[in-house]
């Protein structure tokens, strides 16, 4: 089974500095999709940046990025310049692309951010 | 375009009542999950619906059921109402034939089911 591990529970970073959100999976699955969600106080998910395993380059998505280490099972988030509205729970999750025809997510326990003015 | 809407916003039941929650899927979406996220942690999956039948179900007892009808929305059907159901429950959509692409599903802002 596919589980996923994001270690941090909680993090702050000051306001236009930077920060990396950890996120560790396990997988016996050689092709599948990655995703880092927002989940603000609103508690809608949103979606922030996502990851093929099958692509090398890492995604980017104007201030947010990906370190993917497929070898490692490792998929970290970088927020740059960091802004208020970045403030918010932040989950990794994980969804295999083949063994049925089923696009459920397997999410981290989340990594709560603060963002400090 | 009309995004993922779940009704209603908050509930309190007491143990052992039944609850009904309700979604409507975004705009052109034809499948719907369901996620239970108790506080603090990240979201489990209860189960899919596509073609109004259940295709997935996660690890969650008999207790909790569904239903999608012919326009795509669903409903979640929560018997015997136990203290630990206290959660946001939380409705995604997608479409299927995209199921095998990175397309990601999109999450309603959930209905916030507290259990006295």
């Known amino acids: 089974a596919q589980t996923v591990t994001q270690s941090q529970p909680e993090m702050s970073v000051q306001e236009a500095e930077t920060v990396t959100l950890s996120c560790t999976y396990d997988?016996?699955?050689?092709?599948?999709?990655l995703f880092w969600y927002k989940q603000p106080p609103s508690r809608q998910m949103i979606l922030v940046i996502r990851?093929?395993?099958?692509?090398?380059q890492n995604a980017t998505e104007n201030r947010f990025s990906v370190n993917f280490q497929k070898a490692a099972k490792s998929f970290s988030l970088k927020i740059s310049d960091s802004q208020l509205g970045d403030a918010a729970m932040y989950f990794c999750a994980f969804r295999g692309r083949y063994g049925g025809a089923t696009n459920k997510l397997i999410f981290g326990t989340g990594t709560l951010l603060a963002v400090q003015p | 375009d009309a995004g993922v809407t779940q009704s209603p916003t908050h509930l309190i039941k007491t143990r052992g009542q039944q609850v009904t929650l309700r979604c409507s899927p975004k705009s052109g979406h034809d499948t719907v999950s369901w996620y239970q996220q108790a506080l603090g942690q990240g979201p489990q999956f209860i189960f899919q619906?596509?073609?109004?039948?259940?295709?997935q179900r996660g690890n969650f007892p008999d207790r909790f059921s569904g239903h999608q009808y012919p326009n795509y929305s669903s409903e979640l059907n929560v018997n015997a109402l136990l203290l630990g159901d206290s959660a946001l429950y939380l409705c995604?959509?997608?479409?299927?034939?995209?199921?095998?692409?990175?397309?990601?599903?999109?999450f309603g802002d959930g209905t916030r089911l507290s259990i006295l």
């Open positions: 619906y596509y073609e109004e039948e259940e295709r």
């Open positions: 997988t016996s699955e050689s092709d599948y999709y």
């Open positions: 990851q093929e395993a099958y692509k090398q």
């Open positions: 995604a959509s997608s479409l299927t034939r995209q199921v095998l692409s990175n397309q990601p599903q999109h």
